[in-house]
């Protein structure tokens, strides 16, 4: 068999097989006696031992199958879950992601991992501090990690399942999950409800009836059901509504109820974009089973297929050359006059707009891909540095272009080890400032507009301007003089200069000056911008704004004598005209009094160096735009108007031109420079 072609397909299926297990470990070290976690964890790691074996990578699947050992006996209540239990298995997660990644760069995946397998076995055989716990604890945690009750029934309630079931009914709790983005739940609740009334009567719900009708819950809710439907049929019916994403049965015990005892789970099925291995543990036939799994693969491969990123490159480079020949038909049909080219062409416009919009979105990623190396790399910095930290992470689910995904991870990762380092204090100190030991970062990504801002907030130390101001003078970023007129979100920007660090000592974290530089530059380099909001003893926020997408943007097109210009929109506050008699001079610089504030002015003309006849007109054209706080008036000879363009590299030979981040190729066939706001702010 000819396993190159499986080759792609085994290291993305890997990747997310060990980013499963490193979520649910940390779930798992939340609640230790959770045992529904660890079928995950154990569920991933054989999925990853049989498709190793299959591509002929042994060193995988043996240390695979040694971490597999040791989960299964956590699930038998052989061993109890401990943060030295658990160190273990999250270093031989480590090191079979160093081996999938070693593939992926065409390696051979080996790895010496003798030190793990030894600790596994060790684990294992029982030799380790966990033994210690008597049988009886072993007991308690099992019974602690059964599944309770969702709903509590009253004896009313009680009297009709027991009377129910002795005329041959069985009674059962079921669980429905709404999909998140589920627009109308209460209508999709109604649909439930009406299946499950064909095939039995309802006792209870919870939330009650009337709260479902107005949408208060979540995305769950509970319904308790006698019937004499078997729970793989009633499974297949619920799961015919649209928008239901999961259904989990149990059986409802009598015995159970009034000794408060655990649910028989029956089936819990989920409707996701990967295909899943599906368990269940009521005794239902394993021919059902296998089929049931079978039927359920079908449906998740139906509705997702993996598309190489350069594809999708390819496809958006042809549909740029379509938006240029677009803007051309758009002139032509504007010089011709002719009404029935000139319906075609707006149809075409119409067309391709939507067109544009899914190919943007078939390259767009949610936030999520990186968000998720995260919480695993928190864990690791707070054991390492003494500290207690709680990563809490809001709008994963935001969406971003894959291209700004794949340069945005680095940044982060510097700004988040800075926010543990810097920002957040030691549990005793934090205890003596009146604080909570445990300090919090919030890692946030919301859209606004055609931005994506991504936040950074922590509640340590804040930034002490003094010593930023004193380390800043020492380094020869500032002088004494200009340290006293620094507002402070100046003095906070000084952070980001080259070399720049306040640590007192360097460490493995941080010290060396090397890391918000790199953030600034990164991100403007994208066409973002990042600020820093801080109150000293309180804590910090960074806030990143980022582009949408990077190749197709809205501009306003400008013109210096013959020549076009286009302006980002996203740069641009508003137009204006201004007099020649308006125009003040301060510190060698022309400048306007522009809504109370002052801006300087910008000649294009000259920056660019444009051949002109010397004429002097009474009035400008001026374009504001703004980088932060800063704001500059760009005089241009004339506006032409807002136009998409498509934002073209100016190639290897035009390299560091300034104030021009690339070039389009207009309707008419002429070459607009698009200009780099912040080069000229800046």
Known sequence: MELNQYLEVFIEESKEHLQSCNERLLDLEKNPQDLNIVNDIFRSAHTLKGMSATMGYEDLASLTHQMENVLDAI???KLSVTPELLDVVFQAVDDLEAMVFSIADGGDGKRNVTEVVEKLKLIEKGESPTQAQSQAEVAATATAASVSFKSDYDEFEYTVLEQSKEQGFEAYEIT?????????????????????????????????????????????????IVSKENPDDLQKKIMKVSEVEKVEINFISLEGIRNKKELTNVTALEETNKVEEVTATATVPAEKEQKKQTSTAKQA????????????????????????????????????????????VERMSRITGDLQNIILNMRMVPVETVFNRFPRMVRQLARDLGKKV??????????????????????LVHLIRNALDHG????????????????????????SGNHVFIEIDDDGAGINKQKVLEKAIKNGIISEQMATTLSDKEVFELIFASGFSTADKISDVSGRGVGLDVVKNTIESLGGAISIESIEGKGSKFSIQLPLTLSIISVMLVEIEKEKFAVPLSSIIETAIVKKDEILNAHNQKVIDFRGKVVPLLFLKDIFEVPSQEEEDEFYSVVIVRKGDKMAGLIVDSFIGQQEVVLKSLGNYLTNVFAISGATILGDGQVALIVDCNALIK
């Open 75 to 77: 699930r038998n209540h």
């Open 176 to 224: 429905i999950a709404l999909r998140e983005d589920c627009l109308l739940k209460a209508a999709r609740v109604y649909m439930v409800f009406e299946v499950l009334e064909k095939v039995g009567e309802v006792i209870k719900s919870n939330p009650p009836v009337d709260q479902l009708e107005e949408e208060q819950f979540d995305q769950e809710f509970t319904v308790s």
């Open 301 to 344: 491969n139906n509705k997702t297929i993996r598309v190489n990123i350069e594809r999708l490159d390819i496809l958006l480079n042809l549909f740029e050359e379509l938006v240029i020949d677009r803007g051309r038909l758009e002139q032509i049909s504007n010089d011709l006059k002719n009404q029935e080219l000139h319906e075609t």
């Open 390 to 411: 709680s990563l809490e992470i809001i709008g994963a689910e935001t969406e971003l272009d894959r291209t700004v995904i794949d340069e945005i991870g680095d940044p």
């Open 424 to 447: 957040l204090e030691t549990p005793e100190v934090r205890k003596a400032n009146g604080k909570n030991d445990e300090g919090t970062v919030v890692l946030k990504a919301f859209h």
